[in-house]
């Protein structure tokens, strides 16, 4: 497979679960999709409506509170989006269409590893058309409060993400994760890394209508001093390496793979999506680059499909 071209499924494959805040039922069925389409999610399931189609794009985000949601709430929209988007970025897959018949993405363990094992089991093509990049040539930044997120250009090619977190808890503290974006390495060091909530929180994320569907099945638990799960973590900083994780899947609504650098501190899905908003504010901010043929790529690289993913056509 080379990286210089786009992708999108062998075959479809089929999950089922349900939603982490909704607690509501759904199966999703991902379909391979042609060239330049990116990733459109199929709403099913809509009383007396059609199916709506919905583009993985920023400009659909409706909501950023403890999930990302696209779509229009009162007529169709898809929650939790971000586990998906960034198990199809982590492994280069530029083209799906996301057929889903409830209200939001089933959680699945909390993670990305079921998308990615799912996604591994049909496997990738590769498509005639070349992938275009989103290139940063000049830095965006937005801060609120101590919280900053910022996207710089970069001399390496490729996308690197430096997130920071820092929480008043010593279960968590103050961690940080730099991470090259690649798939055998976003396979094995960031897909595995679960959502995680303070019991608490609960009871009011309850009364919000949140967490519904929340258990130590999908859910790493902080409680006053320790981890709750009898499991306990599947890496010492699981914390940050799930806040790489949503970036990931969030900055993938950008609609290219992006070729510079993010940066973030005390971030979340709200500050994500703002940094894209901020970027795609000026032109003069970025440039859409397509691919240079690559004629005798590394074969390590040809079988990884190692350029991050690219969602949509156009960006507006």
């Known amino acids: 497979m ?27 069925c991902l379909k391979p999709s042609s060239a330049n389409s990116g990733v459109v999610f199929l709403r099913k399931g809509l009383d007396a ?17 403890l999930c990302t949601v696209i779509g229009d709430k009162a007529s169709a929209s898809v929650a939790t989006i971000e586990h998906l988007m960034s198990a199809c970025a982590g492994l280069g897959l530029d083209n799906v269409l996301v057929e889903i018949d409830g209200p939001e993405m089933p959680i699945m363990d909390g993670s990305a590893t079921e998308f990615v094992n799912a996604i591994e089991s049909v496997g990738v093509t590769t498509l005639q058309a070349a992938r275009r990049y989103l290139k940063i040539l000049q830095a965006v930044r937005i801060e609120h409060g101590r919280a900053f997120a910022e996207l710089l250009p970069s001399d390496q090619e490729g996308f690197r993400l430096d997130v920071e977190i820092d929480f008043d808890t010593t279960v968590i503290g103050r961690q940080r994760k730099v991470f090259d974006l690649e798939p055998v390495a976003y396979a094995r060091e960031i897909s595995r890394a679960r959502t995680f909530g303070f019991m608490r929180d609960v009871e009011q994320l309850w009364k919000a209508g949140f967490a519904l569907g929340a258990s130590l099945d999908n859910t790493v638990a902080i409680g006053d001093d320790k981890v709750i799960n009898p499991e306990g973590l599947r890496y010492a900083d699981e914390f940050v390496r799930h806040k790489v994780l949503d970036a990931i899947g969030d900055l993938a609504l950008a609609g290219y793979p992006i070729q510079g650098e993010f940066r973030s501190y005390c971030g979340g899905h709200r500050m994500n999506v703002r940094i894209l908003e901020a970027l795609f504010a000026d032109r003069a901010n970025y440039a859409i680059v397509e691919a240079e043929p690559v004629y005798a790529a590394p074969r390590a690289v040809q079988m990884a499909a190692a350029a991050p993913a690219a969602f949509a056509p156009d960006l507006h």
Do not use: N, W, Y
């Open 2 to 28: 080379s990286f210089d071209r786009q992708t999108t499924l062998r075959a479809p494959v089929t999950l089922t679960g349900i939603g982490v805040h909704s607690g509501a039922p759904a199966t999703i």
């Open 49 to 65: 409506e059609p199916a709506q189609l919905i583009h993985a794009k920023h400009t659909k985000v409706s909501a950023t509170e």
